[in-house]
């Protein structure tokens, strides 16, 4: 049998350091992940205001909220971490995090917490693996034709404790990135 490797730091660190947070917030019933791992409006004089502008995609709601998103990220994730690099794929998951807690903050008063908002900035990140110069793949189109035109009916419409804000800004970080990464040369 051959030894088993750390394929994708970035990747299974974050998968890791989430689930660690998940035990964490069991284990105290909560209140560490409503204290450091749930984005909400607070006092910029705070210190832990800071840490939970990047650490609320660290926390989740429970197993099936946890489940849910690092299926996909464990999926995506070693691909993008590949094709673009450990570094650049930690940084544009620190600025997704970063920009989605930062908007929610601004325009919500709820507190939200969850990957979801990488997620989907890896799932739109992922459909431009394959662009090419002077044209836009058909699959990214009709992954933000599903995803996002998802996202937006869903925020319309549904009513639940789901930020499809988020997702709708990692989606789009998720282009903005990609068309970033393909004019910069895209490989690592």
């Not at 947070?21 to 560490?32: A, K, N, P, S």
């Amino acid at each position: 049998m051959r030894k088993i490797h750390y394929n994708a730091p970035v990747t299974l660190t974050f998968a890791l350091l989430a689930f660690g947070v998940l035990i964490l917030g069991i284990l105290t019933g909560d209140r560490t992940t409503q204290l450091l791992f749930s984005v909400h409006r607070g006092s910029p004089a705070d210190p832990l205001f800071y840490v939970r502008l990047f650490g609320h995609v660290l926390g989740h709601a429970g197993w099936n909220h946890y489940f849910g998103n690092f299926l996909l990220i464990l999926l995506l994730g070693p691909l993008l971490e590949d094709r673009y690099g450990s570094k650049t794929l930690l940084l544009m998951m620190a600025g997704t995090a970063l920009l989605t807690g930062l908007l929610h903050v601004a325009l919500f008063n709820t507190a939200v917490m969850g990957a979801s908002g990488i997620v989907f900035m890896m799932i739109m990140l992922s459909a431009f693996v394959n662009i090419r110069a002077g044209s836009i793949p058909l699959t990214v189109i009709l992954v933000a034709a599903i995803y996002i035109g998802r996202e937006v009916y869903d925020g319309i419409l549904a009513v639940d404790n789901v930020s499809q804000f988020s997702h709708i800004a990692g989606g789009v970080l998720g282009c903005v990135f990609g068309f970033a990464a393909k004019t910069r040369g895209g490989r690592k």
